[in-house]
């Protein structure tokens, strides 16, 4: 893509309203701009970074068994009327009346839809185990919105949910969900940490929130110190048992901030840390809490009717964008991982009205593949392309002027550690090549 | 994928609500239900021809110049009054109260928001033009929903917005996206018409609907015969001037029914041919509707203030699924084109409890890649299994039983002409790789 042509406003200033830094990169970056009080429209390069954060989600929730569909984001108040939440929901709720006078509310979750699409068109315990999402636009209405798209009112959410005839069956389900969700934080390029969270009436022991671990994060986790160096599996098969995998995870201590207990951390020593992360998920065994009520059940080996117990497993893929901000950034700004970055590589045109040198950049961007390359053809000071380069936070930035090119060289600069190296053109071809 | 588990419903009963064709296919081949008047869940099949078709418009748009943002659903009050809109739009507008009293709604296009967009963030004539889109879901509350999908409430749609200094330029945005349009439904498999349409206050010839032909469309054209069988342009250059392709497409007569001039009909003779269609796509140039109430300007090249002329470019993306049914299936089913069918092969295996067979079957099912073939693997019927693979219609069927296999032979099927051969399991792997 040609930055003279592309819809990218990077802002000099730092916006006022913004009071953490992943919102002052947004906005600085020209990733994001806000439409109403935690409503947000996602100029191109946030759009674009969105659905590379989707498509890793997608396909791990994919590889763990899961099966995509898209419920609608307006929903009928009667099913939540049928499960109990529509009047306990309160007014986070955003509730709609229709032109015929029927209660609608814009989706906060889903548990009442898909239980309601199971209930319809599943029979036989033979169908099971299930495993259905969807990532769809989810609406909060928070009291008060802020920190950006990070607690945002109208956000994207990656919603899976499991169907089983027990609950050993159930955790296997919620053992998939767990791995999958290791690898695909793993792959977002951020070290999450699972902790224990609260089951509520429902008990038990499977209800875990994935927090990456960001500097500038909104809450504080204690652990211990192997759990921030322990390695996500590759290669998982999902059809196997995952249990070992999941133990050796929540086998280390590991808590929130409020749920810490200090006489266990005393037994630490040095094994103890406390960091700052992010909540980015959360996975949720809670039984027959809506299958009971709306009456989803399914024939079983002898021909009874068995309710289902279900789960259901959160990843917040819009605010991942900020949590990856969160945790990948400098003072000069946004530092991409590569398996989320809008583009490959800058380029950057030193002096535009210089034919060789243009000429080698054509040749360099049509070379690495437009699609991969945002290739900064504006006539602007070297210092402004510099500063929006580090600013944009795409991992390579491949820099191009007249001295360099005539002698076939051309800078090659690594964003994440500063390294700068200069490179004939072959090489940076090579080198970047998809 | 196995059909074993995948989630699939289908329906051999035809569901007494549906009036036509494409509402009772997409209801018996389980590839959506709904949840309320007008409101759908798309499920695993369904979803999976919708991000298809969904991809294809992506690509089409982006080689024709226009950029990907996301605008959100639910919309500000206060853009609408502005635009003079909100109090106009009546019923259909979906309007919403949230916690702090505030009007919103849920977007039925979005005209206001991204000329908001446009107008806080792009200050010079020198970052014109550009045409901006996104793929977003978009409600309209119909008094009385119906069709399916066809007339839905809550429905996906690209919209793309165009802004340009002056007339002539906008005409240059307006051609890229008619020819994208053409290119569009040719890659669906679609036989599209455009029609001039209605301009209203504004005037002028910029504006035109795509109607694809389907023998049960909903509406009546009449056009010269050769539109049928003019060719769609191949690797365009929308750098240059596609003035003759647009007039190529618009100097032939071509009119909806309630515009029809039966005068100039008599003139054509034989040439006149009256077919049914399906409106999928509305493309339009509204010049300073938008712009000068919102004050969407940019500085010009002599630094004087200059407001933007806009046009609107939509494509009905969930309205094509049923449109691509309706133009394409028999008595027994859907007939996905290529281009779009959620599997490439459906493979059959007769006879599950033979050892044999289902060898070979699996080795099918890795050979030609899980991703794209839909495997029968269920203990059921061969008569069930074949009238499931023809309502789902994937493009070619692969049937695999004992006494075939026993001679290293598979049947091969295509669903669109029904032909049928008897193939060796290798020329199969061959002819249905990817």
Tied chains: 1, 2.
């Excluded at 099966?67 to 709609?96: C, F, H, N, V």
């Excluded at 497993?313 to 590569?338: C, F, K, T």
Aim: charged fraction near 25%; glycine fraction near 8%.
């Amino acid at each position: 893509m040609r930055l003279s042509r592309y819809f990218l406003p990077t802002l000099k200033e730092t916006p006022a309203e913004a009071q953490i830094v992943s919102h002052r990169l947004m906005l600085r970056a020209g990733l994001v701009r806000q439409h109403a009080a935690g409503i947000y429209t996602w100029l191109p390069l946030g759009f674009a970074v969105l659905k590379r954060i989707e498509q890793i989600v997608r396909e791990e929730q994919n590889r763990a068994g899961a099966q995509e569909l898209l419920m609608p984001t307006i929903q009928s108040a009667d099913l939540w009327r049928e499960s109990g939440r529509y009047d306990d929901y309160g007014k986070e709720m955003l509730r709609i009346t229709d032109r015929h006078e029927r209660d609608l509310l814009y989706g906060p979750t889903a548990e009442e839809v898909i239980t309601d699409v199971f209930r319809s068109n599943v029979r036989s315990y033979k169908d099971l185990p299930k495993i259905l999402y969807h990532i769809q636009w989810k609406f909060r209405d928070e009291v008060r919105p802020r920190f950006g798209i990070m607690r945002g009112r109208e956000f994207l959410m990656k919603d899976a949910y499991s169907f089983d005839l027990d609950t050993a069956a159930a955790r296997r389900s919620y053992n998939q969900m767990f791995v999958s969700y290791l690898r695909t934080f793993d792959r977002l390029g951020l070290k999450a940490i699972p902790l224990r969270a609260d089951t509520g009436p429902i008990g038990g022991d499977l209800s875990h929130e994935f927090i990456v671990l960001a500097d500038t994060g909104e809450s504080e986790v204690h652990c211990h110190r192997s759990l921030l160096e322990m390695s996500v599996p590759e290669g998982v098969d999902y059809e196997g048992d995952l249990q070992p995998v999941v133990d050796a995870w929540t086998g280390l201590y590991a808590a929130a901030d409020e749920m810490h207990d200090a006489a266990q951390e005393a037994t630490l020593g040095d094994a103890l840390v406390t960091a700052r992360g992010i909540e980015v998920g959360h996975i949720f065994h809670f039984g027959t809490k809506y299958s009971a009520p709306m009456g989803a059940a399914v024939a079983g080996p002898d021909g009874e009717p068995v309710t289902v117990v279900m789960g259901s497993y959160g990843i917040g893929v819009s605010r991942l964008v900020g949590a990856i901000i969160e945790a990948s950034h400098d003072d000069n700004g946004i530092i991409w991982p590569e398996s989320v970055a809008p583009f490959h590589v800058g380029l950057v045109n030193l002096k535009v009205s210089d034919a060789a040198t243009s000429a080698a950049c054509e040749s360099l961007y049509e070379g690495l593949g437009r699609e991969r390359v945002l290739y900064d053809d504006r006539d602007e000071r070297a210092g402004a392309k510099f500063a929006d380069m580090d600013l944009i936070g795409l991992p390579w930035q491949l820099i191009v002027g007249p001295k360099g090119v005539a002698k076939g060289m051309v800078e090659l600069k690594n964003r994440a550690t500063g390294e700068r190296e200069d490179i004939s053109t072959e090489s940076a071809l090579a080198r970047l090549a998809g």
